[in-house]
């Protein structure tokens, strides 16, 4: 582990940070989540999909109904928070499990499960198996009792390591399954083209129609998906980068993110909000955290003589 550089300072706090930032994506992802508009299709459409095809279809009637997925999403959502307040494990294991499930009767309806998605239940499952509840948390022991802090230097690179193959599998697929048609500029154009007319919930900034209708823009659709490719298949080097350049990987992934969105009209926002998990937090989280322990400590010791001088004025004396 001394070669890795990534969260080199890790402590129960970095840790417990990272799976409050996790959960707290993903409850905002099922929180405006349209999963209700469902009610209004056929349940005759749904198609179980992985493993939700050994469940016998008699089980999926009604699946899409209003009342169901209200519950559904109601108990998913308290899960998401049991996580992100550290309850317990159970809230943890809970919150993944129905993830996985909101996700396969949501997809069950028309699309795919895409790796936008995938990867969160993969990180939040990673999420579980590390300990994360040590600290900023409820059942946590608040600096009490910490393990090893090279405990928990390997759990944040258990956790950071899901994104990290995410951007390698994608990129290495890409050359051995496309290569070299796939950087053909005739390839990104039509990619483009499908994102102008795909829905979405953001609106279309028109910027990939000016994209398309300038010529002297079109060159860089010559080494755009090259260049991405490359930031996929340097994102393996994240554990051992030192600082500066970590930040330039970092800010090269976010703005590869931005331009996807503005050209292709794809969101990627959680993948996006992730990559601030490869910055090294720790020190600044600590003074924070130190602070607001410190005016926590002199409130309490403030309202407790506050409180002493109370008693004393009134019952302290005798008549």
């Not at 582990?1 to 409850?27: N, P, W």
């Amino acid at each position: 582990m001394k070669k890795v550089l990534l969260h080199e300072d890790a402590d129960s706090q970095t840790l417990g940070f990272a799976r409050i930032f996790i959960f707290t994506i993903v409850f905002l992802h099922v929180f405006f989540d349209r999963t209700l508009v469902l009610s209004y299709l056929d349940p005759g459409l749904f198609f179980p999909q992985g493993i939700f095809r050994l469940i016998p279809s008699d089980y999926w009637i009604g699946i899409n109904s209003a009342g169901f997925l209200l519950i559904f999403k109601i108990l998913l959502l308290s899960f998401l928070a049991g996580a992100i307040f550290g309850i317990s494990k159970y809230f943890l294991y809970a919150s993944y499990i129905g993830f996985a499930i909101f996700l396969g009767i949501e997809k069950g309806f028309g699309g795919h499960v895409d790796h936008r998605e995938l990867f969160l239940v993969y990180i939040m499952f990673s999420l579980s198996l590390t300990p994360c509840l040590d600290s900023l948390s409820l059942s946590g022991s608040e600096l009490k009792d910490q393990k090893n802090p090279q405990v928990y230097k390997a759990a944040m690179l258990l956790v950071l390591l899901v994104p990290i193959l995410e951007y390698v599998y994608i990129g290495a697929a890409r050359l051995f399954i496309g290569f070299p048609e796939v950087f053909h500029p005739d390839i990104m154009k039509g990619w483009i083209l499908h994102g102008m007319i795909r829905p979405t919930r953001f609106p279309s900034l028109g910027i990939a129609n000016y994209y398309l209708t300038h010529s002297w823009l079109n060159w860089t659709l010559y080494f755009i998906l090259a260049f991405s490719t490359i930031l996929e298949l340097l994102a393996i080097l994240f554990p051992f980068l030192k600082k500066w350049p970590k930040r330039l990987l970092i800010l090269s992934l976010m703005g590869f993110h931005i331009g996807i969105f503005l050209i292709m009209n794809i969101v990627f926002i959680e993948n996006l909000a992730i990559l601030f998990l490869f910055f090294n937090y720790g020190p600044i989280l600590n003074r924070i955290l130190g602070t607001f322990r410190t005016k926590g400590k002199i409130a309490l010791d403030m309202g407790y003589k506050a409180f002493s001088k109370y008693i004393y004025s009134n019952f302290g004396k005798e008549d």
